[in-house]
C-alpha cells in the first residue's frame, strides 16, 4: 500500500547522507514538500538538489536553539504551516577507540553527544511543537536507537541520550497529543551508516571486517539494516497511516533486540 504524504511540508534533520537522505527521499516519493537541514551545507545542498523542485535545503546546527528557531520559522513563514518534524540528527562518537569506561569518559565528549542528541531533538521538538499545536494537526518522528532500549557498553553518554529521546517522546504525546499533534520515535539498529563507520577500525582492534561480522552475529537476519528501511518506519509514523499512533517507539533492529548476546 502506497503512503500517500501529497502537499504535507516537511523538515528532515540530518538529512545530508543516511538516514536522514533516505528519509527526506522517501517523503518526497510519496509527494511531500521537504526541508533538509543539516550542518553539512555542501552535501545537504547536493541532497535537495538532487530531490528536485520539491526539497529545500536550510542549514542549521540543531544544539543551538536559536538556529532551530530559525529553521522552523523560515519553513513556515514560507510554507505557511509545518505538518511534519523528523528529528533525525545526531552523533555518536562510539569508535572503538572511544570506547571507555564511565570513570575514563571525559565531559567533552558527554556534553557534545547531549548537546546535539537530546538537547537538540528537545529544541526542534518544541518550536515544531509551538506551530503544529497552533494549526491543531502535526506529527513528529524523533530517531533514536536500540542502545536507548537496550543498554551498550561503554557508550554511555550515547545510550542515556537516547533512552531520554524515547521518554521524552512519551511525555510529549501525552502532553500535546490532546491538542492534535502526534509524536513518535524509531529506533533503529545497526544500519550500513555504521558500517561505514566501522569501517575506520584498525586492524589491530580487529578491523571493518570481523567488527561488521561481530554485530551481524548477534542480529537475527543475520545483515545491517539498510537507510531505507529506517526511512520506511518513519514516513509510516509521519503519515495519516498512522493516524491512531501517538507516544509510539518502533523498533527497527532485525530482531536484535529479541535477546541476543549484545556484548559488542
Known amino acids: ?65 536559536t538556529q532551530v528557531a530559525q529553521l522552523i520559522d523560515a519553513t513556515v513563514e514560507r510554507f505557511g ?78 545510550v542515556a541520550a537516547k533512552a531520554a529521546i524515547i521518554k521524552l517522546t512519551e511525555a510529549m504525546a501525552c502532553e500535546i497529543g490532546p491538542r492534535g499533534v502526534r509524536v513518535n520515535v524509531v529506533s533503529p539498529g545497526s544500519v550500513d551508516v555504521t558500517a561505514k563507520r566501522l569501517s575506520t577500525v584498525p586492524e589491530e582492534q580487529g578491523g571493518y571486517e570481523n567488527r561488521a561480522k561481530s554485530i551481524m552475529s548477534f542480529i537475527p537476519e543475520g545483515r545491517l539494516g539498510y537507510p531505507a528501511e529506517i526511512a520506511d518506519a518513519v514516513l509510516f509514523l509521519a503519515s495519516d497511516m498512522s493516524s491512531y499512533v501517538n507516544g509510539h517507539n518502533l523498533v527497527v533492529d532485525g530482531g536484535w533486540t529479541c535477546g541476543f548476546n549484545r556484548d559488542w
Not at 20 to 39: C, F, I, Q, R
Not at 98 to 110: K, L, M, P, Y
Not at 119 to 129: L, M, P, Q, S, V
Open 1 to 65: 500500500m502506497n503512503i500517500e504524504m501529497q502537499g504535507k511540508i516537511v523538515i528532515v534533520t540530518g538529512a545530508a547522507r543516511g538516514i536522514g537522505k533516505a528519509t527526506a527521499e522517501k517523503l518526497v516519493a510519496a509527494g511531500a514538500t521537504v526541508v533538509v537541514s543539516d550542518v553539512l551545507r555542501d552535501e545537504g545542498q547536493t541532497t535537495a538538489a538532487g530531490l528536485g523542485a520539491s526539497a529545500t535545503f536550510l542549514p542549521c546546527d540543531i544544539s543551538d536553539r
Open 81 to 158: 504551516r509545518l505538518d511534519v518534524m523528523v528529528n533525525n540528527a545526531g552523533i555518536n562518537t562510539a569508535l572503538d577507540a572511544e570506547r571507555v569506561t564511565i570513570e575514563q569518559f571525559c565531559d567533552e565528549t558527554w556534553d557534545r553527544i547531549m548537546k546535539v542528541d537530546l538537547n537538540g531533538t528537545f529544541y526542534c521538538c518544541r518550536a515544531a511543537a509551538a506551530h503544529m499545536v497552533k494549526q491543531k494537526s502535526g506529527s513528529i518522528v524523533n530517531v533514536a536507537s536500540v542502545a536507548g532500549v537496550v543498554a551498550l557498553r561503554l557508550q554511555i553518554a550515547f
